[in-house]
């Protein structure tokens, strides 16, 4: 049993202490952009470790989401970053920044966190250790390849997802925010009302096929035009429902030519034909990307996020390591609200403040490589000055504002020189 009292993976070094070099954040005023409207926009420019321990007592329980994306430690050199470090050195530095980043998150915040198969199974264990297993959320699988060029080489079955593990602050205080996600017409619905305008009770319903055929008209055509008219029938549950429903179902079996409607306050009203619930096409459309769409609730299986043409978000190459904004769009939305902090301690091309920042969050981000300064700042600067068409910013009409400080870390026994 270790210090948790728990099942717990154990590693060497895991209790090794890591160097203590308490550093503060000082302004590198050229590089910060309209830091007059940053309203607590922060990028940090170091060691993640050494910059979170910076943030903590002034953001010790007002992060809202913590979106990061780690090096997978996949044996890689990439282009930016060295993803290649030993097993148990990789544990060490996810251990030592979870633990400042779990103080961080507010009592209804949660984490994100981006990981292969590489590693999933043994962050999943430290990530148990740390949040507490009851806070567990969600594992979501992400596909973000498709098994051609030389992955399809590998042995065994070819690898294309990517994996999102999700802990809650504190899972009941939590406030989850349902998604919707396209889907294709819903061909259970294949009824149409004849006669709408009649007045419920008197309701005709004829099969949609034939309104379609009579009109010479296709489902495409009226499913966002009539969607109150095309239903489903649905047997109704017994079970968990209310004595007036109960009621209004035995009735309606009994007078099978009428609609009954049950009227309520604070929720949908339930509608009724010989014994059967009536659910309306117009429900299933839900508001995605600014428009009316047959919907979903999203899953843990991500299967809509287009990993392929993302290379020119936010006008950087980052290749192979850059997230889709429409992904990071997702999880803040579940997460937040706007005017909430969002962080990414792991930063790489700044995707993440790129996304909270259209998406009207406050946002921190850490990176220690110097992309930093060559890929996050004009990517930011082209969102702030209004000239990024890219990723998410047609969908959440991005019109530009805002600004952000850039900071560097610095110990403080050196700040003299620094103030030179
Ligand atoms: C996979 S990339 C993140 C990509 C990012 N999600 C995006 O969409 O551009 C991981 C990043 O973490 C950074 N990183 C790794 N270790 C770090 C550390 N100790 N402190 C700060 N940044 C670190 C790397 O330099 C790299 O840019």
Redesign the pocket.
């Known amino acids: 049993m270790g210090k948790y009292g728990k099942l717990e993976l154990v590693w060497a070094g895991k209790e090794d202490t890591p160097p203590h070099n308490p550093c503060v954040l000082l302004e590198d005023t050229e590089k910060s952009y309209k830091s007059e409207e940053a309203n607590g926009n922060i990028l940090i420019h170091g060691?993640?470790?050494l910059g979170l321990k910076a943030l903590a007592g002034e953001y010790t329980g007002k992060v809202k989401c913590i979106y990061i994306?780690?090096?997978y430690n996949t044996g890689s050199a990439f282009e930016?970053?060295d993803d290649r470090v030993e097993h148990s050195q990789w544990l060490s530095?996810m251990r030592n920044r979870l633990e400042v980043l779990f103080t961080l998150l507010s009592e209804d915040g949660s984490i994100w966190i981006s990981i292969d198969d590489g590693e999933c199974h043994y962050l999943k264990i430290l990530c148990d250790e740390i949040f507490g297993r009851k806070n567990f959320v969600i594992q979501s699988t992400i596909k973000r390849s498709a098994p051609t060029g030389h992955k399809a080489i590998n042995q065994g079955p070819v690898q294309v997802c990517d994996y999102l593990l999700c802990y809650a602050k504190n899972k009941q205080h939590w406030n989850y925010k349902p998604q919707y996600t396209e889907r294709d017409y819903d061909k259970a619905y294949n009824q149409y009302i004849a006669n709408y305008d009649k007045g419920v009770e008197h309701w005709r319903f004829i099969p949609l096929k034939s309104f379609l055929k009579k009109e010479g008209k296709t489902t495409q055509e009226i499913m966002y035009t009539e969607p109150e008219k095309i239903i489903r029938f649905a047997q109704p549950h017994f079970e968990g429902v209310g004595r007036e429903t109960r009621e209004l179902i035995l009735k309606s079996k009994e007078n099978p030519k009428r609609v009954f409607v049950q009227r309520r306050e604070n929720h949908p009203d339930i509608y009724l034909v010989k014994g059967n619930r009536i659910l309306f096409y117009k429900d299933k459309l839900k508001l995605i990307d600014g428009g009316y769409k047959t919907a979903e609730q999203v899953t843990n299986l991500w299967l809509d996020i287009p990993f392929q043409g993302i290379a020119k978000e936010g006008g950087v190459v980052?290749k192979k390591?850059?997230?889709p904004e429409k992904m990071v769009q997702r999880i803040i939305e579940m997460s937040s609200d706007p005017g909430d902090i969002i962080l990414d301690?792991?930063?790489?091309?700044?995707?993440?403040g790129a996304v909270a920042h259209k998406m009207g969050r406050r946002w921190i981000m850490?990176?220690?490589?110097d992309?930093c300064r060559t890929h996050i700042v004009p990517r930011l600067r082209g969102i702030i000055d209004g000239e990024d068409l890219t990723g998410i910013s047609k969908v959440v009409k991005w019109q530009g504002g805002g600004g952000f400080r850039y900071y560097q870390l610095v110990l403080p026994s050196t700040l003299g020189q620094h103030n030179k």
């Open positions: 060691d993640n470790l994306d780690p090096p930016y970053y530095l980052f390591n850059k997230k301690s792991f930063a790489g091309s700044g995707t993440t850490i990176e220690m490589g992309h």
